[in-house]
């Protein structure tokens, strides 16, 4: 039989960080070279109805 495996100790506890990267209005303000808005875009000829 095969011997067991000991497990490998536990990683310790560290809380998580909190990364800001701006407001929502900043966030979703126009960008890009030619000002296109960040939102979503639907294909006018679609092939899934």
Same mark, same amino acid.
């Given at each position: 039989?095969?011997?067991?495996?000991? #497990?490998?100790?536990?990683?310790?506890?560290?809380? #998580?960080?909190?990364?800001?990267?701006?407001?929502?209005?900043?966030?979703?303000?126009?960008?890009?070279? /030619?000002?296109?808005?960040d939102?979503? /875009?639907?294909?006018?000829?679609?092939? /899934?109805?």
């Open positions: 039989m095969a011997k067991p495996v000991a #497990p490998e100790p536990k990683k310790p506890y560290s809380a #998580p960080k909190l990364t800001v990267y701006g407001t929502v209005r900043e966030l979703t303000q126009k960008v890009g070279i /030619h000002g296109k808005s939102k979503g /875009h639907t294909p006018r000829n679609s092939t /899934h109805i």
